[in-house]
């Protein structure tokens, strides 16, 4: 595939010449890689292609390697595709995204090929955060949450988040707290009901955010698992990935008031300012939901993460403990349970198999 792959790279850039740079990374278990590519006689020295290629044998390296995972994999390179070809134009420049300059299919192989974020400025990469740092990234995520607030993620996972409950029976059936298991149905309805629905990002851990030298400016990568949802998925992923148990307890209250504060900017200047006193109070309500149902995914999924901390324990219990007291417990991943207080009924939310 490597002269095809050139010529796809030439002929998308207009460039006389193309040449295989480096390997930026290997695609999770082995579906592919992230490759950059020199530039003669085009606009840009240097663009990045994703070049996804279906491995014969699944190797998943926390060994959840069947055919749900692999499938959850296929439908998530074409929706990152659709992704940058519907939706990512229509970002504003302060929620930045590379620029999509083509699509492409070889047979079963995807080629998706991007502005160089590092030519652009945004060559920092982080794996923790000052508590500047996550505020930027919290202004991210809310400029993002305002411009798609209310829109329907057509092409994009109906529920987004890679993490969600009807993605992962696998991971629930795993879990070896009952009260833990017994509850999740209801986590998972009290977000997918929320009545404010926007567009998420789904994977918002600090690895898929690059920053500019003084990092006072974020843009983000890695969209396959963009969908619908409760912006809350995002904030509570991203605090959990930025962030140490002691930093995400001392914080967390003072960075979810920039991240609102953000927001309601956001929502005013867009001309959805009518909504925002509701939207907050509602997402508000479902932050520590969203913390619970991530730590549920995580004792099913990796019980040892780092991210499973007494802190995120003692916050998932709480929320659980709310739900048995209100009677919103069942039995599978597959229940419709009520939502819990604070969320509200929608017919809107789908989710994603």
Request: hydrophobic letters at 40%; proline letters at 5%.
């Amino acid at each position: 595939m490597s002269a095809r792959t050139t010529d796809f790279v030439r002929q998308a850039t207009g460039a006389r010449q193309a040449e295989r740079e480096q390997v930026i990374q290997t695609l999770w278990s082995g579906y592919g890689e992230i490759v950059r590519y020199r530039l003669q006689g085009a606009d840009q020295p240097t663009v990045i292609l994703k070049h996804v290629v279906f491995p014969d044998a699944m190797d998943h390296p926390r060994g959840w390697s069947n055919d749900r995972s692999h499938q959850r994999k296929v439908r998530s390179y074409q929706v990152e595709m659709a992704w940058y070809r519907d939706w990512a134009g229509l970002c504003n420049p302060v929620s930045r995204v590379p620029h999509c300059l083509a699509t492409g299919t070889i047979g079963d192989e995807h080629l998706l090929l991007l502005e160089d974020l590092d030519a652009a400025g945004f060559a920092r990469r982080k794996d923790h955060l000052t508590r500047a740092e996550a505020q930027h990234c919290l202004h991210w995520l809310a400029r993002f949450h305002a411009r798609f607030l209310g829109h329907a993620p057509k092409g994009l996972w109906p529920e987004g988040s890679y993490w969600h409950l009807a993605t992962r029976p696998d991971e629930w059936a795993a879990i070896e707290d009952p009260a833990i298991r017994a509850a999740a149905p209801a986590l998972d309805a009290a977000l997918t009901s929320a009545r404010h629905r926007t567009l998420v990002h789904g994977d918002a851990k600090v690895a898929n955010f690059c920053f500019t030298p003084g990092t006072d400016a974020v843009a983000a990568v890695d969209f396959q698992y963009a969908g619908g949802g409760c912006g809350m998925r995002d904030v509570a992923y991203f605090l959990g990935s930025c962030l140490d148990e002691r930093e995400q307890e001392a914080w967390e209250a003072e960075l979810l008031e920039v991240y609102f504060a953000a927001l309601g900017e956001a929502l005013y200047a867009q001309g959805k300012g009518d909504v925002a006193g509701a939207v907050e109070r509602e997402w508000r309500a479902l932050f520590p939901v969203a913390q619970a149902d991530f730590y549920r995914f995580l004792v099913g999924w990796m019980p040892d993460h780092w991210k499973v901390h007494d802190y995120s324990r003692r916050t998932a219990l709480a929320v659980i403990h709310r739900i048995q007291e209100e009677g919103g417990s069942d039995t599978g991943p597959g229940s419709i349970a009520g939502p819990i207080s604070g969320s509200s009924p929608s017919s809107s939310a789908t989710s994603s198999q």
